[in-house]
């Protein structure tokens, strides 16, 4: 039984930075990988960032690398996202993800929505040009 609640979504300009937050309610939280997606109106969900157990291991998506950083704080049971250089097309739902499942078989990936069991609700990113 996992919760997750996301947090620091809001409206900024073109080229600036955001911090999103995920709250995890948990007892082992290093037990979790976890994952950043989004989706935009219309739009089907997609990767975004996602970091192992202890933070060792980081994996991004093509259309963020070099702007987006992933972090977690397992003292914390808080996962984040640090977005710079943000641009208009980044307008969209971002989503929390945490999975048991990854470690557990070869054919999971940390890439693929269906490795994540737990869903945050979302939180809104909306820059403007």
């Known amino acids: 039984q996992v919760q997750l609640v996301e947090s620091g979504g809001g409206l900024v300009q073109a080229g600036g930075s955001l911090r999103l937050s995920c709250a995890a309610s948990?007892?082992?939280?290093?037990?979790?990988?976890m994952g950043w997606f989004r989706q935009a109106p219309g739009k089907e969900r997609e990767f975004v960032a996602a970091i192992s157990w202890g933070g060792g291991s980081t994996d991004y998506a093509d259309f963020v690398k070099g702007r987006f950083t992933i972090s977690r704080d397992n003292t914390k049971n808080t996962l984040y996202l640090q977005m710079n250089s943000l641009k208009p097309e980044d307008t969209a739902v971002f989503y929390c993800?945490?999975?048991?499942?990854?470690?557990?078989?070869?054919?999971?990936?940390?890439?693929?929505?269906?490795?994540?069991?737990?869903w945050g609700q979302g939180t809104q990113v909306t820059v403007s040009s």
């Open positions: 993800a945490a999975s048991t499942r990854m470690g557990g078989s070869i054919y999971y990936t940390s890439q693929a929505a269906s490795s994540y069991n737990y």
């Open positions: 948990v007892l082992t939280f290093s037990n979790l990988y």
